[in-house]
């Protein structure tokens, strides 16, 4: 959005694909994505290259197409990408306004200037290094909510398969009863997965997406407990698939295409911004006057520990209900540095409300806003906090129109 708007951008990605958990962790389920705007606009081009098995507000998505796509997009809109590139460090000025990224690659150490910067990086790697609070899991340092590896997996009859696959135009008590029968299949060939909730999704044709692994109490920024639970996942994932393979009849054939080049975590730093969205907010529904979305997607706890996934199953829920609320323009503004905004799961919330607002429908609208807001402060000489959001919702409102109102 910031290039559409006519910024020079550079999007520096540390893995070899553009998309994060959608692609590097092959999730292929966008959820909460009944929103005007490039959410729209992603599941319309998609739909133009593959069946997309999808409802109003959730799709299914093949992570190949996926890839491809987000990269023709950049490409059209001038941002000029670079893969295999890593924010290690910062710059900041006498005034305590970030002046520079420093990255690590195979093309040694670079620095990179920017008038404004976005930490789109999940983690909030950006404004941790510039030195901004944060928060992570239920308290200072966790509990988390657990990783999961995600797998790609094929079969050659998959008619006999869906009536164990969740799909995304069905309702939740539906699902329920698919993944009870899914999980007695598990039970079938002797398997307890890590996952209470063991998924099936159907992608595509002869695609299906697997979800049956958590790995417990892990801090995203620790790399050997990361390397670690990622080595344990895949191991699992491979026990599985050979052993529902095993059961022969409507899983034979079962073939594992990939595991995840990234573990998915759900649970990283949080950059405390301007705002801070809470638990309060979505038990009241609160309405801001500055609001980029508006997510509808319940408070999504997983069980923090073994024990806890099984007594209570996969989900920790039960006793908060939200309606939907607002994350407000502030939310995706650091509070402690100048020049930097965030997108995505490292905007400033407590950890309920992350654990609503976290899914992907939500994190396109807010990498919407703040690439428009972006894109402003750039071209103005101001800082983001200085744009009325108003302005912000006039230039979205200009750039979906020019582009045919594909947006809406
Ligand atoms: C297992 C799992 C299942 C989920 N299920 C769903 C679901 O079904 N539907 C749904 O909509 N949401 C789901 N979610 C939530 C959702 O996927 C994430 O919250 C969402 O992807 C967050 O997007 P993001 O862009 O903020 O972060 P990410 O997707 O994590 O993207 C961050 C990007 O920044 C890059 N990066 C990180 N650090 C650096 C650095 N220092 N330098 C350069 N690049 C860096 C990463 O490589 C990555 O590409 C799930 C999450 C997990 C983990």
Redesign the pocket.
Known sequence: MAARAGSRVRL????GC?????T??L?S????MDKPGFNQELKRRLAERAPLHSSTRNYFYDPEEMKLLLEELCVQAGVKVQLF????AVQKDGFNRLTAVI?ESKAGREAWRARVFID????G??GALAGCRWEVGQAEACPCQP??L?AMVAIPNPAELRKFATSSDKNSSWQTVTRDEFRSELGRAGIEPSYGLPSLFHVRERLFNL?INHEYAILPYDADAVTQATMRARAEVHRVVRGLRSLGGHWDGLQLVATAE?I???D?RRIRGRYRVTREDLVAGRRLPDAVTRPTFPVDIHAATPEENRIAGATLNKDITMKPYDIPLRALIAADVDGLMM????ISGDFVAHASY????N?VAM?EAAGVVAALAATSGRLPQEIPWEEGVSLRSKLWSSAGGAGG
Not at 29 to 32: S, T
Not at 358 to 361: D, K, L, N, Q, Y
């Open positions: 520096l990605e540390v893995h553009l998309g994060g958990v959608w590097a962790g999730l389920l966008v959820l909460d590139t890593r924010v290690v990255t789109a990086t999940g983690d790697d950006v990783m999961t995600m979800m990234q998915g975590i759900r990283g997108a995505g799961r490292c976290r899914v992907t429908g994190a990498g």
